[in-house]
């Protein structure tokens, strides 16, 4: 019964709804416009009774936020992947970055990887100086690595002899750009003051001989380098054309005289476009050699190295160490989309302890294949595959290679 | 911009209900409503509202382009007839278009002469005030010496009189082809004459504003074109009257302009950017480059449509290194899977195309470009909605565009060089034979129908007039009575003829406000499609035929099919 109610008041509403409907259509048959102009005037009118603002979308929002992000404008909390030293393994991190004045930057950051590598710095930037023809960085900031790689000294070092070694290292550096005519010669000058204090290596592998340069020494540098080039690629962060040839000059002063050394590096990057910038010949070599200072040595850590994800990818990091490095590289390039590049490469290096045995012979070498994410200035992601004969190795990187 | 968020049940289930209504309610009106009222055609939409409650709004320029290039290409063209035509298939005036080329006859003078109405700015001194706030090119916000303000734009050192140059000469064309256009002049600035407002302000990296200062002016004037004589050549943009409400989207309506019924994906004018933007090399077309005013006119407060720049044509671009301009979108997903997984071994038409050089003139051609394959940096709704029917519409405009009137536009460029100015009008002209070649060739092109004085048919073949193709062996005119207040159509006679004169049936209605409606086809072995009718609409009155309604394509088609010759 209480069912039958229900339903009939059910229907009584229906039939409610459909005498206002049909009274609704009576009346809107009555007020049928007469003209063109009567029935958009009409349309009109219905419209400006449900008037409002334009609503930004969740999905606009977002968007408007990144772009302020990658404008740079604005940053507060930040990511920060940076590691604290190669071979550290994916760091996780952030920053705080803040203007202190309408170009120059304030960079509080920190990051740290699982084999707990750490590192903690303060950076200041101050990209427009002399109108607009030098930059500034400032950086002061302490980091740890607690195993770091040795294969031994050499070009023969065996792979399967891995030791540890650690360090922690507090440091200041002051870095000064001048590109005097705006354009493609490029002076730098920079001064780092930093504290290298030797530790035992964690991890798998035992830690470094004993009877190393360096080791369990705790090292004082003021190290001064200079660096002068031409550059005329588009950006240093991601370029289709142009190139770098630059030479930088290192010298280390141990403030107990026992480790200090010179140290020159020679840089050539050159692009060369072709079918119209869709492919991209990119060669790159660079030299470091070194120089000791009388009655001094260069700890082993600090000699230049090969293996890592830009010098010879196939490799683990710092597979390679010795007085002098020669690095060679080559990418076929591959225009994808204006957002993603492929890549062919082949690296080739060696290890020397004289610069007269810096040649093309016993080379180490590696090829593979990768993706680059980039922008117009920059690759915020490089992901790479590189086959060497000791193994295959993947590579994430949110830099160029160069 | 189209954005959909997800319903919940009730919500649907209202939607579906509201849909229902509004079905029933349209079969209750094709019974009720006619087809034609008595002021049918419209020459001028109505805007009969008060919208100065309209509030700005600027579309974020990353959003538009993302939602551009990775959803729009998801976006299924609805295949409908553009909805802000009048009955005789044409666009009515309005504060979106204004018919000009193609409706009437231009003069040179008049081209020339385009939107600018007002006086040429007094170079004699420059007030910098602000930072230039649209386009990508390098310019300023000033004042000239008569203290009027000016949105300045300079050249690249790359195509030294070629952004400007392009800037004067396509606000001309696209003046003419209907477009609200900002007032545009060639000018001087010369560095000895310019000073800086005391208030004036630079928005900087931090977002703080700051004054302007001088190595501001040369951190501008560094990287553009500069003369020999150490003046810059500069294009001047007036500032566009009354309160500035922003961009208009390309899809959509303004949610607080009561005159704005009509979605901006189908408004027809805003289609035919695909086709004038081929035509000129408009590749920049998105909201960010339009701008929404709100003016008075005869004492009500209305919102005036402007495309702002169009300085992307010719050629010019940010990079000299932009190959691919004008071939693809910013991102496509067809280009990228052929690039990647041949290596790119499989070339595109843009590695190998051959550009003239000339350092006014960008990467612009005639001889490889196909309106159908031309690209945009990134595409809008508007541009995906083209059918047939717009495209022909677009392509009678270009057409109305004379050798001499092309020649006439681009000489507004000021070229230095001569054979720079007269290959910018080679390859306008190329690129128009093309237009017409096949968006007046792809549908029936029967144009311009009336009844005479005798009763006889006449009409125009745009397509053979334009050149664009051989006249057709013969036409056909099915006849019939039209009753207006059913929509029913009796069939009266067929007739043919082998012209576009054709003798109409005996029995023709004669009383006042009578119809007919009219079916005629062409034929031609070339083009088949002209079988298909156009369908035409007569009413009598006062012992004369007017033409009332045209019908040149169905209400609704295929997706797949309005798309296909794009």
Redesign the interface.
């Known amino acids: 019964m209480r069912r039958r109610t229900q339903c009939l008041r059910t229907l009584g509403r229906r039939a409610l709804v459909l005498a206002a409907i049909i009274a609704n ?1 009576a009346f809107a ?1 009555a007020q ?6 009567a ?3 009409q ?3 219905d ?2 009774k449900q ?5 930004t ?1 969740k ?2 929002r977002l ?2 936020k ?2 302020t992000i ?5 940053i507060h909390l930040h990511p920060f992947f940076e590691n604290a030293y190669p071979g550290g393994g994916f760091a996780f991190g952030a920053g705080w970055a803040q ?1 202190v ?3 120059n930057v304030l960079d509080v950051r920190g990051s740290w990887t699982i084999p707990g590598y750490k590192r903690a710095e303060a950076e200041f930037t101050a990209p427009r100086l002399f ?2 023809r030098g930059s500034l960085k400032l950086l002061g900031g302490w980091r740890e690595a607690t195993e770091v790689a040795f294969y031994g000294l050499g070009n023969d070092s065996p792979s399967n002899e891995r030791f540890n070694y650690g360090f922690t290292q507090p440091r200041a550096l002051g870095e000064l750009e001048v590109r005097p005519t ?1 354009r493609f010669l490029t002076l730098r000058g920079g001064f780092e003051y930093t504290n290298w204090n030797f530790q035992e290596g964690q991890g798998s592998s035992p830690t470094v001989p004993a009877n190393l340069p360096g080791v369990d020494a705790e090292i004082t540098y003021r190290h001064f380098n200079a660096m002068a080039g031409f550059d005329w690629r588009p950006s240093p962060g991601y370029a ?2 142009g190139g770098l040839y630059a030479v930088t000059l290192h010298d280390y002063r141990d403030s107990n005289e026992n480790f200090g050394f010179r140290q020159i590096d020679y840089d050539v990057v050159q692009h060369l ?1 072709l ?5 991209v010949l990119s060669l790159h070599a660079f030299a470091a050699t070194t120089d000791t200072k009388a009655d001094q040595r260069i700890p082993f850590f600090m000699l230049p190295y090969l293996g890592s994800g830009d010098t010879l990818r196939g490799f683990p990091s710092f597979r390679f160490r010795d007085r002098n490095t020669l690095l060679l590289q080559g990418e076929w390039r ?7 590049d ?1 890549a062919f490469f082949y690296d080739a290096g060696k290890v020397a302890a004289h610069t007269s045995d810096l040649d093309f012979n016993h080379m180490h070498t590696d090829y593979g294949f990768g993706l680059r994410f980039h922008g ?1 200035l920059n690759t915020p992601l490089r992901v790479e595959v590189a086959n060497s004969r000791e193994g295959l190795r993947i590579v994430f990187a949110s830099s160029p290679v160069f | ?1 189209i ?1 959909f ?1 997800p319903m919940s049940l009730a919500q649907r289930a209202a939607l579906g209900l509201a849909l229902t209504a509004i079905v029933v309610g349209t079969n ?1 009106d094709a019974q ?2 006619p087809r034609f ?4 055609p ?1 020459a001028r ?6 919208a100065s ?1 309209a ?1 700005p ?1 600027f579309i ?4 538009e382009q ?2 551009n290039l990775f959803v729009q290409p998801g976006y299924k063209p609805s295949g409908t007839r553009a909805q802000n035509i009048n009955t005789i298939d044409e666009v009515p005036d309005s504060h979106w278009f204004t018919n000009r080329i193609g409706t009437r006859a231009i003069s040179a003078e008049e081209l020339t002469r385009g939107p600018n109405v007002g006086a040429p700015p007094d170079p004699s001194r420059w007030t910098l005030i602000r930072e230039k706030t649209s386009g990508s090119h390098p310019g300023f916000t000033a004042q000239d010496g008569k203290g009027e303000t000016w949105f300045l734009e300079f050249d690249p050192p790359y195509f030294p009189q070629g952004a400007t140059g392009a800037v004067v000469a396509s606000t001309k064309i696209f003046w003419a082809l209907g477009y609200n256009q900002v007032e545009t002049y060639l000018t001087t600035f010369d560095p000895k004459n310019i000073q800086i407002d005391p208030k004036a302000t630079i928005k ?5 504003r ?1 004054p302007f200062t001088k ?1 501001d002016i ?2 501008i004037l ?1 990287r553009v074109a500069r003369k020999p004589d150490g003046t810059y050549r500069a294009v001047a943009g007036r500032l566009i009257p009354g309160k500035i409400l922003g961009n208009f989207l390309y899809a959509g309506t ?8 009509v979605p901006h994906e189908h408004h027809r004018e805003l289609r035919a950017l695909r086709v004038f933007g081929a035509w000129t090399n408009l590749t920049d077309i998105k909201a960010a480059n339009t701008i929404d005013a709100l003016t008075t006119e005869n004492g009500r407060t209305v919102v005036k449509h402007y495309l702002q720049d169009v300085g992307s044509t010719f050629g010019m671009c940010n ?1 000299l ?1 932009e ?2 301009l004008s071939w693809e979108h ?3 997903g067809d ?2 899977a052929k ?2 997984f041949s ?2 071994f499989a ?2 038409p ?2 190998t195309v051959d550009y003239k050089e000339y350092p006014s003139v960008g990467k612009f051609e005639g001889d490889r470009w196909d309106p159908r394959t031309w690209r945009p940096q990134t595409p809008t709704t508007a541009y995906m909605e083209l059918r047939d029917d717009d495209a022909f519409w677009a392509a009678r405009r270009v057409v109305a565009f004379t050798d001499d009137l092309i020649r006439a536009a681009v000489h507004v460029g000021e070229y230095s060089d001569p054979e720079a100015e007269k290959y910018i009008g080679d390859v306008l002209i190329k690129r128009r034979n093309k237009i017409a070649a096949i968006y007046m060739t792809a549908i029936n092109p029967i144009v311009s129908p009336r009844i005479d004085a005798n009763g006889s048919l006449v009409f125009e073949n745009a397509a053979v007039a334009a050149g664009a193709a051989k006249a057709p062996s013969g036409y056909r005119a099915t006849w019939m009575r039209y009753d207006n207040a059913t929509d029913q159509t009796d069939r009266l006679a067929d007739t043919q003829s082998a012209t576009t004169a054709m003798e109409g049936p005996r029995g023709l209605p004669t009383n006042n406000g009578a119809m007919v409606a009219i079916d005629i086809s062409a034929d031609s072995d070339a083009y088949p499609a002209w079988k298909k009718p156009v369908r035409a609409y007569f009413r009598r009155a006062n012992g004369n035929w007017t033409l009332v309604g045209l019908e040149r394509m169905p209400e609704r088609l295929d997706a797949q099919a309005a798309t296909k010759s794009h």
């Open positions: 259509s048959q049928e416009p007469a003209t063109r102009e029935a958009t005037e349309a009109q009118a419209k400006s008037l409002h603002p334009y609503v979308t999905a606009e968007v408007d990144a772009e990658l404008a740079g404008s604005a203007y004045s309408p170009y109108h607009r705006r289709r054309r476009p079918l119209r910038e869709a492919w591959i225009m994808v989309n204006r957002f993603m492929t117009p | 911009m954005t968020q209750i009720k409503r009222y008595p002021d049918d419209v939409e109505p805007e009969t509202q008060d409650k509030q709004y974020q320029q990353m959003y993302v939602y900087r990296p931090s977002g703080a700051t190595d040369n951190a560094e303004r949610p607080d302009d009561p005159n704005d019924l990079d290194h190959w691919d910013f991102y496509q280009t990228t690039r990647l290596l790119g070339l595109s843009w590695q």
